[in-house]
């Protein structure tokens, strides 16, 4: 299995945004969108503003695999739904990184109930 290394989850960790794109059932990318990223501990996280009906993140969930680029990174992945388990350290990464932006953006990724858009990026070989 693949893993992160420590300099991509430092790249990654630290690009403001990334580009995620999922695989379509024939094996071509869709068309990549640009996501808001944190970094906590060894694993890497996007959540989607929107809700679970957000069209990014159910096209993700469903193929289960993707491409993701951030700071000169890029990188196939799996996308991993994650529980409530990780949703205050998630949280936390999030508002460290993004509060700068003001509560009314921050709030769409952050709180109770967030744990249901946390995908966790998950390096593929390739």
């Known amino acids: ?15 403001e945004v990334l580009r995620v794109s999922s695989v379509r059932r024939d094996g071509s990318l869709r ?18 503003a929107y809700g679970p009906e957000n069209g990014w993140f159910r096209r ?4 289960g695999a993707g491409r993701v680029r951030a ?21 936390a990464a999030y508002h460290a990184k993004y509060d700068r932006h003001g509560p009314r953006i921050v709030n769409t990724v952050v709180g109770p109930g967030s744990e249901r858009t946390t995908i966790r990026l998950v390096p593929r070989d390739t």
């Open 71 to 91: 700071g000169g990174v890029e990188k196939d992945v799996s996308f991993e739904q994650v529980g409530v388990e990780v949703r205050e350290a998630v949280d």
């Open 31 to 48: 068309p990549f969108v640009t996501i808001w990223v944190v970094r906590v501990g060894e694993d890497i996280f996007i959540r989607s």
């Open 1 to 15: 299995m693949a893993t992160w290394t420590a300099d991509e989850l430092d790249t990654v960790g630290r690009a």
């Open 60 to 63: 993700a969930l469903a193929s």
